[in-house]
């Protein structure tokens, strides 16, 4: 079988149709790749961001409850300001802190357990931020406990170790 010759202009033709095919899909591939490097490392910012919040937050409040005790003594009864400033760290802790717990790899660990069992979740599941809200200010023994598995919990996150 004889190839029939193709003419010089179509072997241009042809050539650069087959080149800017390969680089097309050279540049869909190295596109797609740094899009999956990107949100990985996207995904391990936010969550230190969150485990970082969660436990700066915590801290903040701990220090506050304990500059309260020291000027007015142990059975200090909260004013409106104070517990307004406990009340919006906590809020900003809450999508963190649900967002680390509902994404970890092995939901079943005993830190997630233990996390649960320190906010109470399974008895107050149903009810609204403001009374879990107040159930965690009104209860500040919560703070240590909760600072200690969140820590543990960040320790242990393969999704961070990497980062």
């Known amino acids: 079988m004889v190839i029939p010759e193709i003419p010089d202009a179509w072997k241009y033709v042809i050539s650069s149709l087959v080149g800017g095919g390969i680089a097309i899909f050279v540049t869909f591939l190295n596109n797609r790749y740094q899009l999956k490097k990107d949100s990985k490392s996207w995904e391990k910012e936010k969550l230190w961001e969150g485990y970082q919040k969660c436990i700066s937050n915590l801290n903040l409040i701990d220090g506050l409850l304990t500059d309260l005790s020291a000027e007015s003594g142990v059975n200090h009864v909260l004013k409106i300001g104070e517990r ?80």
Do not use: G, H
């Not at 009340?87 to 079943?108: D, G, V």
């Not at 965690?136 to 909760?146: C, V």
């Open 84 to 163: 307004e400033k406990i009340f919006t760290l906590y809020s900003e802790i809450f999508p963190y802190l649900y967002w680390i717990i509902y994404n970890y790899p092995n939901p079943q660990s005993e830190e997630i357990k233990a996390l649960k069992e320190i906010i109470e979740e399974e008895k107050i599941k149903t009810t609204k931020l403001m009374k879990k809200l107040n159930f965690l200010i009104f209860n500040p023994k919560l703070l240590n406990p909760m600072k200690q598995e969140l820590t543990k919990l960040m320790v242990n996150d393969p999704r961070i170790s990497k980062l």
